[in-house]
């Protein structure tokens, strides 16, 4: 009887570890996964990822944006154009629309998001996106 419940329950015990070696390997899948995105800190202290801001396709570690910073590194205040990532430049993947987060309006691929680039003293720069070629055409 008694080795009757020891075989019972060393049963039990390796089905359990089936179950949680499962579980660790769907959780590490997962973790990969998001460990190719690239991630921020927003204001808040939260961790978010880099998302495009034409197309909002999360970006990955090793893509980068099209993007061209005019006037030298040495000022507070840099101008900033930006084209787009590799899912919507040169060519947007299917599906993919590049959007301007300002005026909502679908931004031509021959077209640009204006930003302005703050070196800030932490060390950090912060972008903040003023317009698309057409919305931000007048003013200035
Ligand atoms: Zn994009
Ligand atoms: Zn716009």
Known sequence: MDY???FASSLVIIFALMLFGKYKKTLQ???QKND????QKNEHGAVEFVRCPLCSTPLAKNEDMFSRI?????THDQR???HGCPHCYPRPEPG?????????????LEGELIAR???RTEGKKHVMIT??????????
């Open 4 to 6: 009757f419940f020891l």
């Open 36 to 39: 190719n995105l690239r991630t």
């Open 29 to 31: 899948q997962s973790n």
């Open 117 to 119: 680039l703050f070196n």
């Open 131 to 140: 317009g698309c070629t057409v919305c931000y055409k007048g003013r200035r």
């Open 96 to 108: 993919v629309k590049r959007m301007c987060p300002v005026c909502g309006k679908e931004v031509p």
């Open 80 to 82: 900033m154009t930006v």
């Open 70 to 74: 005019y006037r030298p590194m040495t």
